[in-house]
């Protein structure tokens, strides 16, 4: 079936000498694989390797067989240009640890319009904006509302935040949230982007916090890989 869709880059690996396997978050279909013959070696082809890079937003025109097996493209443009994201060293290493967050958060070959827009709409937020420290935590507790586990708040005041529960509880035993780490956490509870870059927290705290989000995710998803960027992101942010 030929359908024209907007997509987002989560991945573009080599294969061979002059081909890519590129993962796409669809808005029509959800996570689609490609196989791109000679993309490397050609120069005045329509899909050119440019538009592979983590976290593009393009508008396809794809055949989609839907059998399981690498798709193909027809035809590949931009739907939007981003002006600072792949460009700026901190911008990018935020996409580039986002980007393997969604490789391994992603898994559904399904139309998820929602979700396709939250994604769409908060690269575009990082793309545009300057107080970025905080946009990588923000990003990964909103997109947990869309993969099922996003913390519950019922018993907020609680000392703790347990990891494996999903809440907050009275005394320690599973892996938790605590201290000034928690009281971080909460202020991003329910918190849009614009309002996530005003908390004020210490490198240390946001290191720590983000550990413990990514080992959050780890306990709610299955086959989780812990990104290889997340040691350079950690260098840059904290």
Known sequence: MIVTTKAIVLSALKYGDTSLIVK?????????????????????????????????????????????????????????????LQTDVLKSSIALFLSEMLVVSLQEEEENVILFDFIENAFIWLDTNNEIANFHISFLIQLTTFLGFYPDDTHIDAPYFDLLEGEFVPSLYNEVIEGVTLEAFKQFLKADFDEAKTIKMGRGVRAILLNNLIRYYQLHLTDFKKPRSLEILQQVFG
């Open 24 to 84: 796409l978050f669809t808005a029509c279909d959800g996570v689609k694989s490609y196989l791109l013959k000679g993309v490397l070696a050609s120069k005045k082809g329509k899909l050119k390797k440019g538009y592979f890079q983590p976290l593009t937003q393009l508008e396809i025109v794809a055949n989609h067989k839907n059998k399981g097996t690498l798709e193909s493209l027809r035809d590949v443009k931009l739907a939007y240009s981003y002006k600072s």
